[in-house]
């Protein structure tokens, strides 16, 4: 989406039309995070009939960010994380 506020929904759900498949990355936790949002509104639009696999979401883990950057950086997606579960995604079908 192009913004958070107000969520831009048509953009969101064009994408899900076009492509059939969704991996959301967020560094937020997974729990109650941004990309729950983003699933609920696929869910509750036409989108979710064009979905081809299962939602899929990448989100930092359930833990207090961190401010050593070792911790850090093993605390939310990196791009290695990104591209393992992209390419998961692709080989999903329903």
């Known amino acids: 989406p ?35 949002e983003f699933s609920a509104v696929i869910a509750e639009s036409e989108a979710f009939g064009y979905l081809e696999a299962p ?15 070792e911790l850090e950086y093993h605390s939310v997606p990196q791009v290695e994380n990104i591209i393992e579960k992209a390419r998961q995604l692709a080989q999903l079908k329903v």
């Open 2 to 36: 192009r913004t958070l506020r107000p969520l831009d929904k048509d953009t969101l759900i064009e994408s899900v039309k076009k492509t059939g498949k969704v991996l959301i990355v967020h560094e937020a936790v997974k729990t109650s995070g941004i990309g729950a």
């Open 55 to 69: 939602i899929q979401r990448l989100a930092g883990r359930e833990v207090p960010i961190p401010y050593n950057r």
